[in-house]
């Protein structure tokens, strides 16, 4: 409805000004620079038509700012915990994550050519990254994970069925290939200039995806060959008939360490503040 009702808007206020049908519709697909258009044009248009507007346009924006807010809250919380997890103090992770976020976002903030670029870049990249969190999670093993991570380790949680896995396994990484592959087409087809070093042209958008997978993977090479130490180091835990062995920092956990983990995190009669610490 919301939607709707912001087209009809559209419709209705450039057709008092005497514009076709088809300029509307042109003017709907091409929704501003950096799709700025439907947020900072047309709703501001579409609150002023009605008599409570300026006071309805106050509560959309600020809700879109808390919206943008909560948002990176979680962003910030998942960097802060990976620093603390390498060693940094919670007060310095929060300090270094929440600066080096303010740094890449500031030219954006300032130049509206730069922040075109990103949102083309990274709109595309999300199926990118979604692509590699299905790669993480057959790398672990999708059944695994999900009886595992989710229905064994969750707390009351809703259970994952096994047509989850099926999903991962074989539709999800169909399905992504295949957008990005129609996105590539489209884009050599529709834009003679799709070579150029362009805000919005496929060849600068993949030299930005392949230097960041570069970065990446150099940060975590680096990580692991002079920062990281081992993950699991402990002595064997006797549960009732369970045990659990050492495991060294390349070894994966079993199903049967995760379960007893989990055991001694949420039964406060076997749990200790030791055994916590070092799970």
């Known amino acids: 409805p919301l939607f709707r009702s912001i087209f009809c808007n559209v419709f209705s206020v450039l057709g008092l000004e005497g514009r076709s049908r088809e300029y509307v519709v042109g003017i709907l697909k091409d929704n501003g620079p950096a799709n700025t258009g439907l947020t900072f044009i047309w709703m501001p248009l579409l609150y002023e038509s009605i008599s409570v507007g300026r006071f309805l346009a106050v509560l959309f924006f600020l809700s879109l700012s808390f919206a943008g807010l909560s948002s990176l809250i979680a962003i910030y919380e998942f960097q802060a915990v990976t620093l603390e997890n390498m060693g940094l103090p919670r007060w310095l992770a929060a300090i270094v994550v929440t600066t080096v976020f303010f740094l890449i976002g500031l030219p954006s903030s300032l130049n509206l050519d730069f922040l075109v670029n990103q949102d083309s870049v990274w709109g595309f990249g999300l199926i990118v990254s979604g692509l590699f969190l299905i790669c993480l999670v057959l790398k672990y093993g999708a059944e695994s994970f999900r009886r595992v991570l989710v229905n064994e380790y969750g707390l009351e949680d809703w259970k994952l069925r096994k047509i989850w896995s099926i999903v991962i396994c074989i539709v999800s990484p169909i399905v992504g290939l295949a957008l990005i ?99």
């Open 181 to 279: 592959i129609w996105w590539i087409v489209g884009s050599v087809k529709d834009d003679s200039r799709w070579y150029y070093l362009e805000n919005e042209s496929l060849i600068f958008t993949l030299y930005e995806w392949a230097g960041l997978i570069i970065i990446v993977l150099a940060a975590n090479t680096i990580y692991e060959v002079f920062i990281a130490k081992p993950k699991y180091n402990l002595d064997t835990i006797q549960n009732g008939s369970i045990e659990v062995g050492k495991a060294s920092k390349t070894e994966k956990p079993s199903d049967q360490e995760y379960l007893v983990t989990r055991k001694l995190v949420t039964d406060p009669s076997t749990s200790s503040t030791k055994e916590e610490s070092a799970l």
